[in-house]
């Protein structure tokens, strides 16, 4: 059974930093493109960023609200995703939701998997 | 543009059908994926590509496509759909993803 499981969320201050994990399982994760999906309290879906597996490059996409402030990284010798958030702003809170990201030839992408996510609250 | 536009809220009677859209340049290039959310849950995937649905997601739920529209029907809604449906596609731009606002269908 696939299964992704966020944790790290928590109350922080604004300007502060906080480390997001994801831990993955039932799936080849090394092989898997990973993102980060955030929504507001009471507001819709934004998607926050992507890594792709180190055989496609391993390189990062990024929103441009975290472009800069935001980084995703992998360790698939723990199968394990994270988002390294700094200089948070009160509009960073969210529950942020990992999930896999399918991308198929011919203009199908889609995000198959999600966790259940974690409350990140930005407050002074 | 970057931006996929729904409808806030639709409302369906109860076993009848409802179709919810979604429009965007990027769905002349990119086809939409739809999501099902109800309150307190993450988001499930119900449709992607041109009309596949997910292991365990009824045929009542189907997906279709026009120029810069994609549609979600949904067929003999049942009072268990009730809840907030997103659509999803690629940026053409940059190859980022976006999301549409998200429409709440409530079923009557």
């Known amino acids: 059974e696939v299964q992704v499981v966020e944790s790290g969320g928590g109350l922080v201050k604004p300007g502060g930093s906080l480390r997001l994990s994801c831990a993955a399982s039932?799936?080849?994760?090394?092989?898997?493109?990973m993102s980060w999906v955030r929504q507001a309290p009471g507001k819709g879906l934004e998607w926050v960023g992507r890594?792709?597996?180190?055989?496609?490059?391993?390189?990062?996409d990024y929103a441009a609200p975290v472009k800069g402030r935001f980084t995703i990284s992998r360790d698939d010798s723990k199968n394990t995703l994270y988002l390294q958030m700094n200089s948070l702003k009160t509009e960073d809170t969210a529950v942020y939701y990992c999930?896999?990201?399918?991308?198929?030839?011919?203009?199908?992408?889609?995000?198959?998997?999600w966790g259940q996510g974690t409350l990140v609250t930005v407050s002074s | 543009s970057s931006e996929l536009t729904q409808d806030p809220a639709v409302s369906v009677a109860l076993g009848q059908t409802v179709r919810i859209t979604c429009q965007g340049d990027?769905?002349?290039?990119?086809?939409a994926t739809w999501y099902q959310q109800k309150p307190g849950q993450a988001p499930l995937l119900v449709i992607y590509?041109?009309?596949n649905r997910p292991s365990g997601i009824p045929d009542r739920f189907s997906g279709s496509s026009s120029g810069n529209t994609a549609s979600l029907t949904i067929t003999g809604a049942q009072a268990g759909d009730e809840a907030d449906y997103y659509c999803?596609?690629?940026?053409?731009?940059?190859?980022?993803?976006?999301f549409g606002g998200g429409t709440k269908l409530t079923v009557l």
């Open positions: 990027s769905l002349r290039s990119y086809y």
């Open positions: 999803n596609s690629r940026d053409s731009s940059y190859n980022h993803l976006m």
């Open positions: 590509g041109q009309n």
């Open positions: 999930t896999t990201e399918i991308v198929v030839p011919a203009a199908i992408t889609y995000l198959q998997h």
């Open positions: 890594i792709k597996s180190k055989t496609d490059g391993g390189t990062t």
């Open positions: 039932g799936f080849t994760f090394s092989n898997a493109w």
